[in-house]
């Protein structure tokens, strides 16, 4: 509706302008080079596309500006970039795991991240085809920070991998997982490393590793026990099938490097070819026990009425909007007060602090109407302006000649002594 | 094409059928019944081309008075024309109803009264008229733009009328026709009369008295048929306004004063506006009433934001009059440099002519001079102190050169300028 409006409105001042623009080729050069009826129409399409953007230079250039933008933007969408998510592969930061993710790639392991449940499924099955004649299937890395997993998702996801490693799980996924892992608190303050000593493969080689902040688990098979407490931060299912890595620093790109942080990390999460690293999100959670929303209680009705209310509110525009014809010209008178100049000058002598001139000005101002009002004529000498007013007022000469010929030297004297003036001239009207 | 209210009206009552059967179906089909309705009410709107357009136009009006533009809109078409009409005057032509309902049947015409109160002297125009053409039921309406112009003569409101009575009878005294002689009144001989008592005694002729028994006194009559020119510029200089009125207004007023006294005080006039061209001409030697051609050539003046040609003023007076005139130059004392321009011109003018140089004085000079509180008014009264003396500075200079000086505020400056017409040819100077 609006296009065909702006079109109509557009269309008037255009009319005169069409017949123009075939003739903008010389007349006389058209017998010479006859064209085929195609060439010519082409090429006077063109002549009137030109014409037009011509004509409307600046809506051109706005749409070719905003075009841009939006063809920037839509690239900076599509493009990878990273996030700010707690051992994300994308995330460079010091809490991301970008470092593991990127050598993990570098030594052949497809790694592939996800953020929710049916794109991770979608990935163990895709993982799980890629290397099916291989005899190990995809690992799968959970990191379910908040929990939003619930028993069933938990458990579909350990069905479907053969290879699942849990960062830093809650009681609730170890639950669900049921093979006997419990947590069993956090390692003790002031341990600062762990040994593995146990007897497990990728510990034994991996060595000591970072411990701060770190959870311990119990479990059948268990490595890196700090002394005294019970459980470990390396935990194992008897079924080799799960395990529990009691730390997220192990990951991180900030302390990768430590130690054996590397070692183990790698050696756990490299076994197979494929491995997919799924941090759920709020998306996850199932949806069943989420309150009604404002939109399931209103009747169906309610829709189409917004949506009718806006259709008319458009249209309200529409009919508003539509102006009654072009808008019309008026030329404009100059609007310059004359005293401006005055004003100008003024402000000069103010922000340069002439007192001096601005004193010599006011002194020759009051002496030539004194001179009018004493009668002495415009050729007059100042002194004799000075005897005369003094006469006239009865003062002295030298009293009116120390108001006539001071020389004030701060703004504040010189607003007093232009007062004096004032009343001098006052005085001798007066009289 | 345009939609009127009545259609969003209708477009809401749609909403009951969307509400009552909230489905898809129900928005298409009353979207539908709306788009048909819409389409039929705009194809039995009136073709717009086959509107003829005729224009009858006062053409003068004085700024303060009201006029009636008359448009006669014609419908040749099959159809009755169901317009909103809008003529499109400039705002400053103060249109009251540029926007009128017109009921045009088929086949006939119908006129359209537009009331203007311009706001503004000059040439005001209307370029176009636009018509919306509704339908039957008023619901959608065909629009065009029709290219019609028109346009309005403001006549300049010469305020300064008010003075002319009083200046008439200052006029006439100079005359011998009034009751009260001044001895000196003029320097033509009239007549010889019989002494009555009361008359001086020293236009007593006594060669005539000698050959008569009677006392016979010489009368005198002011000058007659002396050539008064009047230049107002219409350079950068008379766009400043001053007691919110431009320069050039205050000019034309005290120019048209001035030349409407003269002309009853038996005077041919002629004016000339002038930057660095004739801006406009008139004159009482072409046919015709006087004020009626000054002011038909003053109304479309605006001030040319450039500078004045002072070398090329001579040579325009000269070709106006060769013989010794009175020549009035309506010109600010205080543009720029006078010493290039206006002193050497007005030297070289007051060789042959009679000089009067008028001038707009600015009031505000005056109230900033006398404000003397803080710094900054004392500042400001020292350069009001200066732009005065400056002035006063190239009057003096002027008055030196033999040249008349005018120099009032603006509404004072019509006036001033008649005295000093009267004064000089009281004195018998023209």
């Not at chain 1, 190990?136 to 458990?155: A, F, I, M, S």
């Not at chain 1, 004359?338 to 007192?355: C, F, K, N, Q």
């Amino acid at each position: 509706m609006t296009s065909v409006a702006g079109s109509k409105a557009q269309g008037t001042p255009e009319t005169p302008h069409v017949p123009g623009t075939p003739q903008t080729p010389p007349p006389s050069e058209a017998p010479r080079t006859p064209e085929t009826p195609g060439r010519s129409s082409a090429r006077r399409a063109a002549l009137t596309v030109t014409a037009w953007i011509r004509r409307h230079r600046t809506w051109t250039v706005l749409c070719l500006i905003s075009a841009v933008g939006v063809g920037l933007t839509i690239a900076a969408l599509l493009s990878p970039h990273g996030d700010g998510f707690p051992l994300s592969t994308r995330n460079a930061a010091p809490d991301g795991a970008r470092a593991v993710a990127e050598i993990l790639r570098s030594q052949g392991v497809d790694v592939r991240q996800t953020d929710n449940f049916p794109a991770t499924m979608s990935a163990l099955d895709d993982a799980a085809e890629s290397s099916a004649d291989d005899e190990t299937g995809p690992t799968l890395l959970l990191y379910d920070r908040n929990g939003y997993l619930d028993q069933e998702q938990v458990q579909t996801l350990q069905r479907a991998t053969d290879r699942l490693v849990v960062v830093t799980p809650r009681l609730n996924t170890l639950n669900a997982l049921g093979s006997g892992i419990r947590p069993a608190g956090v390692v003790p303050a002031g341990v600062a490393t762990l040994d593995p000593g146990c007897g497990m493969e990728d510990p034994a080689s991996a060595g000591s590793v970072t411990a701060e902040s770190g959870y311990l688990y119990t479990a059948p098979r268990v490595c890196y026990e700090p002394a005294g407490g019970p459980g470990g931060l390396y935990a194992g299912s008897e079924d080799r099938r799960l395990t529990v890595l009691g730390s997220t620093q192990i990951l991180s790109n900030d302390l990768l490097d430590d130690h054996g942080n590397a070692a183990l990390a790698l050696r756990t999460l490299g076994a197979s070819d494929q491995l997919v690293w799924y941090l759920p999100d709020i998306s996850d959670v199932t949806a069943a026990d989420t309150p009604q929303t404002l939109d399931d209680l209103a009747p169906p009705w309610v829709d189409f009425l917004g949506l009718w209310l806006a259709f008319i509110a458009v249209l309200a525009m529409l009919w508003r909007g539509r102006r009654l014809g072009p808008l019309v010209f008026e030329p404009l008178p100059v609007v310059v007060k004359a005293v401006e100049t005055a004003e100008g000058r003024a402000r000069l002598y103010h922000d340069a602090h002439a007192v001096d001139r601005a004193a010599d000005n006011l002194r020759a101002g009051t002496l030539v109407r004194l001179a009018w009002l004493l009668r002495l004529g415009p050729e007059a000498e100042s002194t004799a302006i000075v005897d005369a007013a003094a006469r006239h007022v009865g003062r002295t000469t030298e009293e009116t000649a120390r108001v006539l010929e001071a020389r004030p030297r701060t703004e504040s004297e010189l607003v007093r002594w232009a007062q004096q003036l004032e009343t001098l001239e006052k005085e001798v009207t007066a009289r | 094409m345009a939609i009127s209210g009545r259609f969003v009206l209708l477009a809401l009552v749609g909403l009951v059928p969307v509400t009552l059967f909230p489905d898809w179906g129900t928005v298409l089909l009353v979207c539908l019944i709306l788009c048909s309705v819409l389409l039929l009410d705009l194809s039995l709107a009136a073709n717009l081309r086959k509107v003829t357009l005729d224009r009858a136009l006062p053409g003068n009006v004085t700024l303060t008075s009201s006029t009636e533009a008359v448009l006669t809109i014609g419908n040749t078409g099959s159809r009755p024309l169901r317009a909103f009409v809008r003529d499109a005057w400039q705002p400053s032509a103060g249109a009251q109803n540029p926007r009128q309902r017109m009921d045009v049947p088929a086949s006939e015409r119908r006129r359209m009264k537009v009331l203007l109160k311009p706001a503004r002297r000059g040439d005001l125009t209307s370029p176009h008229v636009t018509l919306r053409a509704f339908g039957p039921l008023r619901l959608a309406a065909r629009q065009r733009t029709l290219p019609c112009p028109g346009s309005v003569r403001v006549l300049p409101p010469f305020h300064s009328r008010r003075h002319l009575p009083s200046k008439l009878r200052k006029l006439r005294e100079l005359d011998g026709k009034a009751a009260v002689q001044i001895r000196g009144a003029g320097t033509e001989f009239d007549s010889l009369r019989d002494y009555v008592r009361g008359d001086d005694v020293r236009s007593i002729d006594w060669r005539a008295t000698a050959r008569r028994t009677a006392v016979v006194v010489r009368t005198w009559r002011p000058e007659r048929d002396r050539r008064v020119v009047i230049m107002l510029d219409t350079s950068r200089t008379a766009a400043a306004r001053i007691d919110d009125e431009p320069r050039l207004d205050t000019g034309i007023e005290a120019a048209l004063l001035l030349a409407v006294l003269a002309e009853r005080g038996g005077d041919r006039v002629d004016f000339f506006a002038f930057d660095r061209r004739t801006r406009g001409r008139a004159g009482s030697s072409s046919k015709g009433n006087l004020l009626g051609q000054l002011v038909q050539a003053m109304a479309p003046l605006d001030p040319e934001l450039i500078e004045l040609d002072w070398g090329q003023v001579p040579g325009q007076i000269r070709q106006i009059s060769v013989h010794r005139s009175l020549v009035v130059l309506l010109t600010p004392l205080d543009s720029g440099v006078p010493e290039e321009g206006l002193l050497p011109m007005a030297a070289q003018l007051a060789q042959q002519h009679v000089v009067v140089v008028a001038s707009v004085r600015d009031p505000m000079l005056g109230a900033m001079q006398k404000e003397r509180t803080t710094a900054a008014q004392v500042f400001r009264a020292a350069a009001a102190e200066r732009a005065l003396l400056e002035r006063e500075a190239v009057a003096i200079q002027l008055r030196h050169l033999g040249v008349e000086v005018v120099d009032a505020e603006p509404h004072q400056l019509p006036p001033a300028l008649a005295d000093a017409y009267i004064r000089l040819k009281a004195a018998g100077r023209l």
